[in-house]
């Protein structure tokens, strides 16, 4: 008789354990993006995906890349105009930092201005929700292609968990999260880390540190909640490769930094929120109130794309100020349907100075030389803005379930948006000349969105989930708090969505998936002029399919597989390439890649051996909006390895294996200039549970 091999014994003892795998689905699990009240995932008419704290931390996700890494059609590379501990997410295809929304804990995180990615955090999390399409009713005029939601742990739970490690190029993190002691109605928690992580480019450096503090307590029949959370990060940035017409230039090498000694990019933000739950006649009552101060000192310089060497820097100061305030009720008091009705306000002020040289210093491309620091040159230009925003609505979502099988849902939102900003731009080259201007921008228009999902077929685990929904949406033009000086308050950019897919398991439950194709069509999109100045000019048309798969082989063995197709184009848009206006409709937008996929083995028991395997593909895209530089798809391996014994775990951790460099986020601040994937980073982790 012939010997079965041990591997094809475990193999068929692995598939025969998932026909008994009780671990819920992710079609199973709870979400509340979508509806603020938790709904499981089948019964949601859109696209949203979970990462749970678990994966998290098995996958040891200490960044929005890595944590976003198996979201399909998702890209969140590391860096950007924000830094190298901030990232450039893109959903749908669509590369552009301010287009989605960062949600932490039910509060905008970032204000009414931009997602506030350096600064959040994902120590503690208890999962992330990923919302395709526009913001919900409930969120007002802040996002067109997608919602991030972060989840911490509540008041009174924590991963209870405490990590160090070391890392590539001198680098150091470590972290803790811990329940505090309480009684029976007060309950407390509290996470903690910080980190210094070194990066090829030798001057390029993140240093941060993280405080939060969450707090509930019972009093009567409600719940006051309470959370602070205080945040230091300080970056040194590289600097991006310029894109020559064809590719980006040879030139200068892959690490050299062209910024000057002093160059950082800091903020310090001090955050609180205070909220209430109390039951009424009506329903339940949700308030929360939510403030948040930042101190922001940006220095860097950016390349002339001649690539004579010269270079212009800008160090600004900037203060933020951002509130959020919303109060609603949850009505379930009429069977099979959920009446959720509130209003809310999201305010923002920012005040920055500005100190520029243009022309600063002309350096060697090799990057051999140190530029000087900003305080040892002249400032040849002076400028200022101040920046108020209101963003209040009344908003009102009914879901109805008249059976088990249909959800309808539909909400409408009255926005009213305000904006007042005084500018102004000094130069002091001769002939000196001064410039300011005030702007207000009032907006008044409602907004909508309505979904329905139907369970076509179910046996036992198994269903499949028809649905589709249509969205319209309108958010106001971004501050992006920029060196150059802008006078105007733009118009809103439109955008309606269209969405409809399928969503289920098989196989007793075990194989989820999730298929949909969206379309979505955008006006009034912000462009540059050949001025310099921006102005609403452009169109784009997003369309395409993304399939999310879950394969559960095992209550410890997960295989998860996506891929996805994205057409994305310019409808309108006469793009001024430096000598002439060339007509790019039809063009494929920059940076936005054909196909995606991704693909990860996660092998999780809790004790022992235990490992992570992710690889990510991006396929070929263009640098411009001519697309003349196309530059060739790439992938890229994330892996770990690790044992567990008793209450430790040792492991070793590595991002991006294959250690790839290509262009993968555009910068704002310096012409035709792209920042690229970070090289290979390695880590040795030590763990200790504090259950």
């Excluded at 060497?309 to 160090?315: E, H, S």
């Excluded at 077929?457 to 249509?470: F, K, N, S, T």
């Amino acid at each position: 008789m012939r010997r079965v091999s041990c591997p094809v014994v475990a193999l068929a003892s692995l598939l025969t354990t998932a026909a008994f795998a009780q671990s819920q689905s992710p079609i199973e699990q709870v979400v509340v993006t979508a509806t603020r009240v938790p709904e499981a995932n089948d019964r949601i008419p859109a696209d949203t995906s979970i990462v749970s704290g678990n994966e998290l931390r098995a996958r040891d996700a200490w960044d929005l890349q890595t944590a976003l890494s198996l979201v399909p059609g998702v890209e969140a590379p590391a860096g950007g105009d924000a830094g190298p501990s901030s990232s450039v997410p893109s959903f749908w295809g669509l590369h552009e930092f301010d287009a989605f929304l960062l949600v932490v804990d039910g509060i905008p995180w970032g204000g009414s201005f931009n997602p506030a990615i350096s600064t959040l955090d994902l120590t503690d999390v208890d999962r992330i929700e990923v919302l395709k399409g526009s913001a919900p009713v409930m969120y007002g005029a802040t996002s067109f292609v997608g919602v991030v939601q972060v989840l911490h742990y509540p008041a009174g739970q924590a991963a209870q968990q405490m990590d160090i490690a070391g890392g590539s190029y001198g680098s150091a993190r470590g972290d803790l999260s811990m329940v505090l002691p309480g009684t029976d109605t007060f309950r407390e928690s509290l996470s903690l880390d910080g980190e210094s992580v070194g990066f090829a480019d030798k001057r390029e450096n993140v240093s941060d540190g993280q405080f939060l503090y969450r707090a509930a307590d019972d009093i009567g029949s409600g719940t006051l909640r309470f959370d602070t959370d205080l945040t230091f990060v300080k970056d040194v940035p590289p600097s991006p490769v310029i894109n020559t017409g064809t590719g980006l230039t040879t030139l200068t090498l892959t690490n050299a930094n062209f910024n000057p000694a002093d160059a950082e990019i800091a903020e310090n933000k001090y955050q609180g929120d205070i909220g209430w739950t109390q039951p009424t006649a009506l329903g339940a009552w949700d308030t929360l109130a939510s403030y948040a101060h930042s101190d922001v000192v940006y220095i860097a310089a950016f390349l002339h794309p001649d690539l004579s060497g010269t270079a212009d820097t800008q160090n600004q100061h900037r203060l933020v100020n951002d509130a959020y305030f919303d109060t609603h009720i949850t009505n379930e008091q009429i069977d099979h349907l959920t009446v959720i009705a509130g209003t809310d306000l999201l305010y923002g002020y920012g005040r920055q100075s500005t100190l520029n040289d243009n022309g600063a210093y002309t350096v060697p491309l090799n990057g051999s030389v140190v530029p000087p620091a900003t305080t040892s040159l002249p400032v040849n230009e002076v400028g200022a803005v101040n920046d108020k925003r209101w963003f209040t609505g009344q908003y009102i979502q009914a879901d109805w379930k008249p059976d088990d099988a249909w959800d309808l849902m539909g909400g409408a939102r009255l926005n009213e948006t305000f904006e007042h900003q005084v500018s102004s731009d000094l130069l002091l080259t001769p002939p000196v000349s001064y410039s300011a201007e005030t702007s207000n921008r009032d907006v008044v228009r409602p907004s909508e969105t309505i979904g329905v999902s139907y369970r076509a077929w179910q046996e036992g685990r198994d269903e499949a989930v028809l649905y589709a929904d249509y969205r319209n949406a309108f958010k106001p033009s971004a501050q992006d708090f920029g060196p150059d000086y802008q006078p105007t308050v733009l118009l809103p950019e439109t955008a309606q969505s269209y969405e409809a897919g399928i969503k289920g398991a098989v196989i007793g439950g075990v194989l989820t998936y999730d298929l949909e194709g969206f379309l979505q069509n955008f006006q009034n999109l912000v462009v540059p002029l050949p001025s310099g100045f921006l102005t609403n000019a452009a169109g784009e048309r997003l369309e395409g399919v993304e399939l999310e798969t879950q394969y559960q082989l095992a209550p410890d063995l997960t295989l998860a597989g996506n891929v996805a197709y994205h057409n994305d184009q310019f409808t309108n848009y006469l793009f001024f390439n430096g000598i002439s206006s060339v007509n790019v409709a039809g063009n494929q937008l920059t940076l936005s890649p054909h196909i995606l996929a991704s693909g990860g083995i996660l092998y999780t028991p809790p004790t022992g051996f235990n490992a992570t395997v992710v690889v990510n593909y991006v396929g070929q895209r263009y640098l411009d909006e001519e697309n003349l530089a196309k530059v060739p798809g790439y992938a890229t391996l994330a892996a770990t390895l690790g044992y567990k014994f008793g209450k430790y775990q040792i492991s070793l951790e590595g991002t991006n294996l294959t250690n790839q460099r290509p262009p993968v986020s555009a910068s704002e601040f310096g012409s035709e200039s792209f920042y690229l994937l970070n090289a290979r980073m390695l880590w040795l982790k030590l763990g200790y549970s504090l259950n």
